[in-house]
């Protein structure tokens, strides 16, 4: 997210997550050591201290990835409770290019699965 003048900043996405976490921003405020004032003040597009990032994402439940960009970063490695054939398919389907990940869910997505037995 850019500011009005072209800096980048994290601050609504922060608050953003907090709020749909049920995370006040007084309560974010006590657990970082900071005024809630200046937690409040990331709705206008400014940032938190650098040094409080990774404690943000912690308190949070989500990577600095995530703040930064807006996205969760994609891993190889399954989650650990699917089964092999689940695990199986997802990292081959992981391990496609744009164009076959979309030819598969273009398939899978039309799969009439009633009619499968």
Not at 51 to 77: N, R, W
């Amino acid at each position: 997210m850019k500011s009005k003048e072209g800096h980048f900043v994290i601050g609504p996405r922060i608050l953003d997550t907090a709020k749909a976490k049920k995370i006040s921003q007084e309560t974010l405020a006590k657990k970082l050591k900071l005024g809630q004032s200046a937690v409040s003040a990331w709705r206008k597009m400014s940032n938190p201290p650098i040094d409080k990032i990774e404690q943000i994402a912690k308190i949070l439940g989500v990577s600095v990835e995530y703040l930064v960009t807006g996205c969760e970063p994609v891993t190889k490695e399954p989650p650990k409770n699917l089964a092999g054939d689940e695990r199986k398919l997802l990292l081959m389907y992981r391990g496609l290019n744009d164009s076959n990940k979309q030819k598969v869910l273009d398939y899978v997505l039309n799969v009439e699965f009633d009619t499968i037995k």
